[in-house]
């Protein structure tokens, strides 16, 4: 896992140095844009002996097709590790997928409004220590976003829950799967990225 990381790292980084000497752009996107986008996420809880801890990254790869309408790409990675503190732990790692697509309003602006439409494979393993399962939950979402431009590459990104559809094999083996709809109507659904133009 941590080579992975540090690979992908690696590719933002290379990416980062070599737009450097791109042509000089402007706030906003056009046709014909390619740009990174990514979120990454932290977080660590501890009450008395017990510990829970959690790792996400989800780096992704946009191109504009026409001036409103982009594809889009994404890999995620999620790591945790919830300690009981009396000896018992669960450790998850997952891997996934999302291709779809994104319409922006006012794309050439400092700001813009999108709505997009994805598809999503996740597949997560769950070690008690005892044993292993793996789950796999495919998804399907329509989320709302926000971009700000701070500069002529860099935008912050924002996305709301919107609309979404899930179905989990619950680790499959004839386990009965779990599916639902979603409609994310509070501050819990948003998450924040970065965007950088190439």
Known sequence: MKKIILTMAAVFAISFANAQDSKESSEGFAKGDLYLTGTAAFGSEKTGDAKVDGFTLAPGLGYFLSENLALEGQLMFNSGK???????????????????????????????????????????????????????????????????????????TSTWGGLGYSSNDNGGNGADKTSGFSLGLDMSTINFGLIYKL
Do not use: Q, R
Not at 138 to 144: A, H, L, Q, W, Y
Not at 147 to 152: G, K, M, Q, R
């Open 82 to 156: 919830d300690d009981d503190g009396a000896g018992n732990e669960l450790k998850t790692t997952g891997f996934g997928i999302a291709a779809g697509v994104k319409y922006f309003w006012t794309p050439a602006s400092k700001f813009s409004l999108s709505i997009g439409g994805n598809i999503s494979y996740m597949s997560t393993k769950v070690d008690n220590g005892a044993g292993d399962a793996t789950f796999k939950e495919i998804g399907v979402n329509v989320p709302v976003g926000l971009n700000y431009f701070l500069s002529d590459s860099f935008a912050l």
